[in-house]
């Protein structure tokens, strides 16, 4: 059974830094995409950002202020989040993503979610 750990959320003040952090484990195949949504309240999840062996993909709200990356013999994923503003709150939600085969679809996994408020 696939399960996502997440770790690292909190409260920051504006302009401070977290780091996230996402274990997986269950899968013997390992996980083709890991990365990072959002949900902030009364608002849509949204990606925030992915790596896709190596390649990376940002929300154009986080570049520059966000790091994913991903140690694959961990099968961790981190997100190094600075420069945080007000507007970043929200519950932060680990993915990983089995890519769809001949053979099967798309399979998605989630963690539980962790929040993150940046407030002064």
């Known amino acids: 059974q696939v399960q996502l750990v997440e770790s690292g959320g909190g409260l920051v003040q504006p302009g401070g830094s977290l780091r996230l952090s996402c274990a997986a484990s269950?899968?013997?195949?390992?996980?083709?995409?890991m990365g990072w949504y959002r949900q902030a309240p009364g608002k849509q999840r949204e990606l925030v950002a992915t790596i896709t062996t190596g390649v990376t993909n940002y929300a154009d709200s986080v570049k520059g202020r966000f790091t994913i990356s991903r140690d694959n013999a961990k099968n961790t994923v981190y997100l190094q989040m600075n420069s945080l503003k007000p507007e970043d709150t929200a519950v932060f939600y680990c993915n990983a993503r089995i890519f769809k085969t001949r053979f099967s679809p798309q399979r998605d996994y989630w963690g539980q979610g962790t929040q993150v408020t940046v407030s002064s």
């Open positions: 269950g899968s013997n195949s390992g996980f083709n995409s």
